[in-house]
């Protein structure tokens, strides 16, 4: 088992930038991915960008490229999503995934672990 907690969610406004970490514990590898999906209001959720653990390789939806960054400390088994320019249409909750594997799969029922969301609204 591998238990997943996200934090850094919150209230920003539109333009503003927020950063989410997700920390992995548990039964971790160097093999498999970690990523987040979002789910906005009345929508189902959606692939918003992932990273490969061992080679750190990352894959990033369209609509967040050149505003989105995602890293990842090895050492402390944790991922950071960096917002910047935040939009309205950012506002979802944020869920930070995993499975084992080392290629990213942009499907939500791949992914074997969830945690538990962290909402981040974005004003205008």
């Known amino acids: 088992q591998v238990q997943l907690v996200e934090s850094g969610g919150g209230l920003v406004q539109a333009g503003g930038s927020l950063r989410l970490s997700c920390v992995a514990s548990?039964?971790?590898?160097?093999?498999?991915?970690m990523g987040w999906f979002r789910q906005a209001p009345g929508k189902g959720r959606e692939f918003v960008l992932a990273?490969?653990?061992?080679?750190?390789?990352?894959d990033y939806a369209d609509f967040v490229k050149g505003r989105f960054t995602l890293s990842r400390d090895i050492a402390k088994n944790t991922v950071y999503l960096e917002m910047n320019s935040l939009k309205p249409e950012d506002t979802a909750v944020y869920y930070c995934?995993?499975?084992?594997?080392?290629?990213?799969?942009?499907?939500?029922?791949?992914?074997?672990?969830w945690g538990q969301g962290t909402r981040v609204t974005v004003s205008s």
């Open positions: 548990g039964r971790t590898s160097s093999n498999y991915v």
């Open positions: 990273i490969t653990w061992r080679s750190g390789g990352t």
């Open positions: 995934a995993a499975y084992y594997g080392t290629g990213v799969v942009r499907n939500e029922n791949h992914c074997d672990y």
